[in-house]
């Protein structure tokens, strides 16, 4: 393994699956963590997550300068695991940030990696028409983040009801 996107739907084992990956490279593992405890919900969550990784993983926190992040990371990791792609993309819009300048920020510290790195995304486009224009914008930029991504990793994996289905690699 060298660059895996994980794609899925919610609660779909992606995040797991990913973990895994990562822990059968190495024992030095960086989890790069985008999303931010905006309530008591998400606070639950994101403690929920740390406690199923085991010690060998350090981890950080990228809302924003997701590429700068990887770049670190991979100087003292085995392998590197980002989770997740679709919150970055809300922060980044929601923050009004220049979604072209952090996209390719984020394509080229991909492109440079130097150890595995897995990449773990939400699909947010096989629903149904968003009846807001922000949220259609979501799903279109969404879209087509993935899209650039999967052109620059050399595997990339759907993972419905806990099973990974092999799109490239």
Same mark, same amino acid.
């Given at each position: 393994? %060298?660059? &895996?996107?994980? $794609? ?5 084992? %992606?995040?797991?699956?990913? *973990?895994? *990956? ?19 919900? =998400? ?8 406690? @199923?990784?085991?010690?060998?993983? *350090?981890? =950080? @926190? ?22 997740? &792609?679709? &919150? ?10 220049? $979604?072209?300048?952090? %996209? ?12 595995? +790195?897995?990449?773990?995304?939400? @699909? ?9 224009? $922000? ?5 279109? @930029?969404?879209?087509? +983040? ?20 092999? &799109? %490239?690699?």
């Amino acid at each position: 393994m %060298k660059r &895996l996107l994980v $794609l899925g739907g919610a609660r779909s084992g %992606k995040s797991r699956y990913a *973990q895994a *990956q990562c822990e059968a490279v190495g024992r030095r593992l960086v989890y790069i963590a985008t999303a931010e405890a905006g309530d008591d919900e =998400m606070a639950e969550r994101i403690a929920r997550h740390r406690s @199923e990784r085991g010690p060998c993983w *350090q981890a =950080m @926190e990228a809302p924003i300068a997701l590429g700068d992040a990887i770049v670190d990371a991979a100087r003292h990791a085995d392998a590197v695991l980002v989770d997740c &792609l679709t &919150l970055w993309l809300s922060n980044i819009m929601l923050g009004n940030h220049d $979604l072209t300048i952090a %996209k390719s920020a984020l394509i080229r510290a991909i492109g440079n990696i130097s150890v595995p +790195l897995v990449l773990i995304a939400n @699909e947010v486009g096989l629903g149904i028409v968003p009846d807001n224009a $922000l949220a259609r914008r979501f799903r279109d @930029e969404a879209g087509r +983040l993935h899209q650039d991504i999967a052109a620059v990793v050399e595997e990339v994996v759907l993972v419905a009801a806990g099973l990974p289905l092999r &799109l %490239k690699g």
